[in-house]
């Protein structure tokens, strides 16, 4: 039951999925400089990504939940643990950490037909193996 309360809070709006802080496992610090800064809205996109900040996660997990067309919690949790403890530390500029973010859950949710809002995609262009 409780799960199914999670999943009501990923909200999707007009402009995508919204996340509020209460909607992450982990709890982050808050940067009042980069509040008002730029955030990502999608590449290309340079600028270096602070891991810790919830102004910059906010932003990029909203982003890689809507690429990735999903609104299920636990994916939202999973993101957390990669893009603080397991993405390397080489991965810096937003960019970057976006595709990471998205190839990585990609690949995992390949194998977790369901996870995506409309199921599993193939690539464009791909051939039906079945024929």
Known sequence: MHQETRLQRLRVTAMGIRIKPSDLYYRYRKNKEQRNGSSFTGKPDSHPYDRDDLYEVIPMLEAVMDELDCRDADVLHRLEELAGDEMPKFIRSREEVF????????????????KLGAGPRGAEGEADPEG
């Open 99 to 114: 595709d990471f973010l998205v190839n990585v859950m990609r690949d995992a949710l390949a194998f977790e037909p369901g």
